[in-house]
Every structure is written in structure tokens, then in C-alpha cells.
């Protein structure tokens, strides 16, 4: 494909996920010698389809007569890769490298007056649970996230956003708490709800008080649970929460 997600021999064919290899016929293209091919995650597709979408609608509106005005697709931005698979929730981004104890490597750059790095960490093998979250001046430089399906979506909105941390991180942690979990009390609306299409519990509750009342139907409003299937217990709680009687 070229850098418009464009096949080479048939520019009415578009190509996104996993098998649009970004490619140009341009020997002297130094991102396309460089590339290393799709990356199997969900998330570039995501936003090719986010791209696409507004680059077809362009084209149809005319608004860009000369093909060349058009944007091109912005590069992918390195480093977050999330996982999920049945049992295993788990959220890398950034540089992780860094001790909570090595000095040398928090203060380091402290003599050109960078912040310098600080490292809060929690760990419960016992129940599969880990998070590591490096930051500079409160802001992420780096996390990881295991068995906290919550705290990572948190922590991947902020590392995106490039936004400051609660002073306490253990606010954090409590995302993943007994009292935010289905059923058992309401999620922050605010907060993201389906972490693979980025759409928030306050999103897919509308789309409940609108009339959806199954999974699917939220699905086809949203775009939530239309992945990798995680938030559908979520989901769920929440129509259960609405359609529920009052009083029992
Ligand atoms: C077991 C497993 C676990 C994964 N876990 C993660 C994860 O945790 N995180 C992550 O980011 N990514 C994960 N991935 C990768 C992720 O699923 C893919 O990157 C993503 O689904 C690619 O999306 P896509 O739309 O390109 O292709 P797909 O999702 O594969 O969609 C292709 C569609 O085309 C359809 N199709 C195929 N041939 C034809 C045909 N001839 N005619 C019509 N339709 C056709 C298929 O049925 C399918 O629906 C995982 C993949 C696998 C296999
Ligand atoms: S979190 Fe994957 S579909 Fe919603
Ligand atoms: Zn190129």
C-alpha cells in the first residue's frame, strides 16, 4: 500500500489491519526502507479505519480537488501494546527499564534540570496482579499493567494523553478494586468501559437508556464490545442496572 493505505496497482483498493503493509514504490522513501510491516495489533487498525473514514469522506465531499492536498496517514506513534486473552489482561507502553531503588538511573539528566524519575510499583503474584508506572514531573514515561484491566486502560488514556498522574498513585490501583467491579456497584461513567474501542461507560449507558437492551444492540450503537469480548460482562451490568425493576 502506499502512504494513502492505497494497493499499488489498483488505487480504488484499500487496505487496513493486518494486512496493510505500508510500503511505496519510492526507493528513496526513508520511512518505507525503514518499516517493519504490520505489527498484529488491533489498535493501528483502529485508527487506519478512524483515517480512512475521514480521508474517503474528503474525497467524496471534494473539498480537496487535487489529490496531493489530501493528509496522509500519520505515522504510528511507537510503543503501546496491549494484550488480552482469556485470563491474561496485560498493558505495556513506554520505558520501563528504570529501578524504584537505582538512583543513578532516577536521577539521571538531574544536572540539566530534568524532574527527576519516579517509580511507584505493586506487585501480587499470588493473584497474577503487577503494575509499574515510571514517571517525569507526574507524567508517564513508561507502564505495565498485569491483571488490572482497568488501571491499564487508565494508564494507557493518560500515557497517550501525556497527562499528569494523582499525586496518590494508589488512586489508581482501587480501579481495579472489589467495589468497581460488575455488578457489585456503578463504574466511574466517565472512565473507559469497552478499552478496545475506546468508548466510556457514560457512551454505552445512553445508548441503554436510548433503548438498547442486549449486547449486540449496544455493539451496533457504540462500537463498544465489538473486540476482543472483555467488556461485555461490563455491558451487560449495565443493562442489567437499567431494565431492573426498581423495587424488587
Ligand atoms: C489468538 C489471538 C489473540 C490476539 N490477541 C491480541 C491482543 O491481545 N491484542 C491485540 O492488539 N491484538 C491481538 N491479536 C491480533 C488482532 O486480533 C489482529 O491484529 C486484528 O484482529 C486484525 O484485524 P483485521 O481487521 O486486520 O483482521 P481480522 O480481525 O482477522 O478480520 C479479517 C476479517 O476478514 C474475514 N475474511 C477473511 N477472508 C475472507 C474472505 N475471503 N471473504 C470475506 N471475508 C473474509 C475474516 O472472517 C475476518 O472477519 C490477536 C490475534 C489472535 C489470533
Ligand atoms: S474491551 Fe475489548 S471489546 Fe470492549
Ligand atoms: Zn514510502
Known amino acids: 500500500m502506499d502512504h494513502r493505505l492505497r494497493a499499488h496497482h489498483e488505487p480504488h483498493i484499500f487496505a487496513i489491519g493486518d494486512c496493510a503493509e505500508v510500503r511505496c514504490p519510492d526507493p528513496g522513501c526513508a520511512v518505507c526502507r525503514n518499516a517493519q510491516g504490520p505489527s498484529g495489533l488491533v489498535g493501528p487498525g483502529w485508527r487506519q479505519a478512524e483515517w480512512l473514514g475521514g480521508y ?63 517509580i511507584a510499583q505493586w506487585a ?8 509499574k508506572m515510571t514517571t517525569r514531573g507526574g507524567v508517564l514515561e513508561g507502564l505495565v499493567a498485569v491483571g488490572m484491566p482497568r488501571t491499564a486502560a ?20 482501587r480501579l481495579d478494586g472489589p467495589d ?20 466510556s461507560g457514560a457512551a454505552v449507558s445512553d445508548a441503554v437508556a436510548g433503548g438498547c437492551s442486549t449486547v449486540a444492540d449496544v455493539s451496533k450503537a457504540t462500537r ?14 449495565l443493562i442489567e442496572q437499567h431494565f431492573s425493576p426498581a423495587f424488587p
Not at 83 to 110: F, Q
Not at 156 to 172: I, K, Y
Not at 180 to 199: E, W
Open 56 to 118: 474517503l469522506t474528503l474525497l467524496a465531499s471534494g473539498a480537496a480537488a487535487d489529490a496531493g492536498l489530501l493528509p496522509a496517514l500519520p505515522p504510528e506513534q511507537p510503543g503501546v501494546v496491549v494484550l488480552k486473552a482469556r485470563g491474561l489482561n496485560m498493558a505495556v507502553a513506554g520505558d520501563n527499564s528504570a529501578d524504584p531503588w537505582d538512583e543513578d538511573a532516577l536521577t539521571a539528566g538531574a544536572a540539566t534540570g530534568r524532574p527527576r524519575l519516579q
Open 124 to 131: 501480587d503474584p499470588e493473584h497474577g496482579r503487577y503494575v
Open 224 to 237: 463498544a464490545g465489538t473486540g476482543c469480548g472483555g467488556c461485555h460482562e461490563d455491558i451487560k451490568g
Open 180 to 199: 468497581q467491579l460488575p455488578g457489585a456497584g456503578s463504574p466511574d461513567p466517565a472512565g473507559t468501559l469497552c478499552r478496545c474501542a475506546g468508548i
Open 154 to 173: 487508565e494508564l494507557v488514556g493518560l500515557f497517550e494523553r501525556g497527562a499528569e498522574l494523582p499525586a496518590d498513585r494508589s488512586l489508581l490501583l
